[in-house]
């Protein structure tokens, strides 16, 4: 220990962050039971479908896609190219009620009051142009490496 792990300073940090969490968790805890037994069992239902989404769809097909470009794409753009998946793969996961407008109310025009689309759609820009630029330093990279 010491040196090589960040030395005492980097615990402290670890340590303050951790508190912070366990006062987080312990808030939102009290906040939630505080909303009674039905918004208590709609939020168990929605946090174990976030987990069966992750383990039987978001999972799967990220295994699934870096099986395909292992064999397919080139070595310079595996990274990037994974990098943007896995970004775009769990925002849009994450993001399917409010881009299907799910729970959206005529009688209620606050709920889903914005161009979800719109603003997946510019973060789906921002992505591919990240991609592009650090796969375009990649291949730069692994060019002067084969020289």
Do not use: C
Request: hydrophobic share 60%.
């Amino acid at each position: 220990m010491g040196e090589a792990d960040g030395g005492s300073g980097v615990k402290v940090l670890r340590g303050l962050l951790f508190m912070l969490g366990l006062a987080g968790l312990a808030w939102g805890g009290k906040q939630l039971l505080g909303l009674g037994f039905d918004n208590l069992t709609i939020t168990g239902v929605w946090l174990a479908a976030g987990v069966l989404a992750h383990d039987a769809v978001l999972a799967p097909l990220v295994l699934v896609m870096a099986l395909i470009a292992v064999r397919v794409v080139p070595v310079w753009l595996r990274g990037p190219l994974a990098a943007g998946l896995v970004v775009l793969g769990s925002v849009t996961l994450l993001a399917v009620p409010v881009l299907g407008r799910f729970g959206a109310r005529a009688d209620n025009p606050t709920l889903l009051d914005r161009d979800y689309v719109g603003g997946w759609l510019v973060l789906a820009a921002i992505t591919l142009a990240g991609v592009a630029v650090a796969s375009l330093i990649s291949w730069h990279r692994h060019r002067s490496v084969l020289r």
